[in-house]
């Protein structure tokens, strides 16, 4: 299928962090509010695309693929919006032509996939606890010789 992602593809950068970056200072303070709804969002939006998936219902599919792929898009996670639109756009065509979008189960079972790894990308960004909290190598003291200085 032409314009397919693949998450097995690790090299590849999920988020555009010129846009991450410029939305972070646009939004300010409020950021970190809008990622935790981005992510609080993107749970249940995933879960009911499952559902709906399960369930054979193509109507159920267009509001949590078209939230998923608004949040995506602002926050610069390009490649999650793109499986989010495919998801709509494909569901929207089978709701008018009465038939159930059964070629959608691979970019689904990879949008949760996806979406955990774009949540982790964001949380190494934006949380310096996580940061902090990778091991520096085998055999050596893990410090934290870094904190405080300038």
Request: aromatic letters at 6%; hydrophobic letters at 40%.
């Amino acid at each position: 299928m032409q314009g397919e992602l693949s998450v097995a593809d690790e090299a590849r950068d999920i988020i555009d962090w010129a846009h991450f970056e410029k939305c972070r200072s646009e939004m300010g303070p409020g950021f970190i509010r809008i990622l935790s709804y981005f992510k609080e969002d993107g749970v249940k939006s995933i879960t009911q695309i499952e559902h709906a998936m399960r369930e054979q219902n193509t109507t159920a599919l267009v509001l949590p693929a078209h939230t998923i792929k608004g949040e995506s898009r602002q926050l610069g996670a390009e490649p999650l919006a793109k499986i989010a639109e495919l998801i709509e756009t494909t569901a929207r065509l089978c709701i008018e032509t009465h038939r159930f979008p059964d070629e959608l189960v691979p970019q689904v079972v990879e949008m949760r996939t996806l979406f955990d790894q774009t949540v982790e990308q964001f949380e190494k960004a934006t949380n310096p606890l996580v940061q902090r909290a990778a091991p520096t190598g085998f055999g050596r003291k893990v410090t934290n010789q870094g904190f405080g200085r300038i």
